[in-house]
C-alpha cells in the first residue's frame, strides 16, 4: 500500500531509509541501505537477484534499481502478456534474464523455485529474493532447496496482525505475519523490517546490518497495518490509481524520480 511510506513512525532502525524509486513501500531505500551494511556499493555488478512475480519488470519492483545499476537479475513472470513487455525489457538490459513460468507450491513440479533456480544456473548463496505472488508466496519459498539468498522480501497480508497464524483464519488469502515470521526464524534468518513486505537476512549476515540488539527481530509488526482506517484506505485508493495511471503515460526513470521527489 502506497500510503505507508507517509506514516513516519520507525519501529525498525530500517525504517527510516524508506524510499521509492521503482517501489511501493519504501523498499528500494530500505534495501540500498542494507547493501551498503553487507558491503555493497552503488556498483551492483556482482550482485544476483531474484525477483516473481516480476509484472514488466519495473512497476513496483524491489530489485529493478539494481538492474540499473548493474545486478545480474533472474525475472520469473507467469502472465504471458506481462512476459512479453519484460522480454522486451530483457532486450535492453541484458543483465536480465526473463523466464516465463509460474512458480509452483506442488513440491515434485518441475516449476518449483528450486528447479526454475538450478536450471537457470544462480549460486546457492544469491545476494537478494523479492516474493511478490499474492497469495503463496511462503508456500512456494519453502521449496527453495538448499538455496540460501542472504536477503528474502516477501509479501505478506499485513492487516492480518502480529499474533494470529495461518491455521486460525479459514479462507485466508496469503500469510500472516507470525506464521512467516515464525518460519523463517525457524530457518535461521532475521526479521530487520517490516514495511507491509517482511525482509529478511540470513543470520550469519545478521552482524553487519545490526551490531546492538536495541529492538526484538522476533516483535517488528508495524501497527499501522492493523489500526488502517476508512480513511487511509480511500487515500491509499486514489494514490494506487494515480501512480498506476502516471507509469502508463510516463518515462519509467521520470516516473521514478517523480516519487523520489515527492516522498510516494
Known amino acids: 500500500m502506497s500510503t505507508f511510506i507517509l506514516h513516519k513512525s520507525n519501529i525498525s532502525p530500517l525504517d527510516s531509509y524508506r524510499s521509492n524509486f521503482y517501489s511501493q513501500n519504501g523498499e528500494d531505500g530500505v534495501i540500498a541501505e542494507i547493501l551498503n551494511r553487507l558491503g555493497f556499493t552503488n556498483n551492483y555488478i556482482n550482485l544476483v537477484v531474484v ?19 548493474g545486478a545480474k537479475a533472474l ?6 502478456s506481462r512476459f512479453n513487455v519484460l522480454k522486451k525489457l530483457s532486450n535492453k538490459y541484458k543483465n536480465i534474464i526473463p523466464v516465463n513460468a509460474y ?10 523455485l528450486n528447479s526454475i533456480l538450478k536450471s537457470n544456473n544462480i549460486p546457492i548463496d544469491f545476494d537478494i529474493l523479492s516474493i511478490d505472488v499474492d497469495g503463496l508466496d511462503l508456500d512456494i519459498y519453502k521449496n527453495i532447496g538448499e538455496f540460501r539468498p542472504k536477503v528474502i522480501i516477501i509479501e505478506i497480508v499485513s492487516e492480518y496482525g ?3 497464524r495461518n491455521q ?3 479462507n485466508r488469502v496469503g500469510s500472516t505475519y507470525r506464521t512467516t515470521v515464525d518460519f523463517l526464524m525457524n530457518n535461521n534468518y532475521s526479521l530487520v ?44 485508493l486514489i494514490l494506487a490509481v494515480l501512480l498506476k495511471y502516471s507509469y502508463k503515460i510516463l518515462p519509467s526513470k521520470i516516473w521514478g524520480k517523480s516519487r523520489q521527489f515527492l516522498g510516494l
Open 168 to 170: 486460525d483464519i479459514p
Open 162 to 164: 502480529d499474533i494470529l
Open 75 to 80: 525475472y520469473i513472470e507467469g502472465s504471458t
Open 103 to 112: 512458480v509452483s507450491d506442488i513440491p515434485n513440479s518441475k516449476f518449483t
Open 193 to 236: 523490517c517490516h514495511i507491509g513486505n517482511l525482509i529478511f537476512i540470513d543470520n550469519n549476515f545478521y552482524s553487519l546490518i545490526y551490531k546492538d540488539s536495541e529492538y526484538n527481530s522476533n516483535n517488528l509488526y508495524n501497527p499501522y497495518w492493523r489500526n488502517i482506517n476508512s480513511s487511509l484506505r480511500l487515500v491509499d
Open 51 to 69: 525477483e516473481f512475480g516480476a509484472w514488466d519488470g519495473i512497476f513496483y519492483s524491489n530489485t529493478f534499481r539494481l538492474v540499473e545499476l
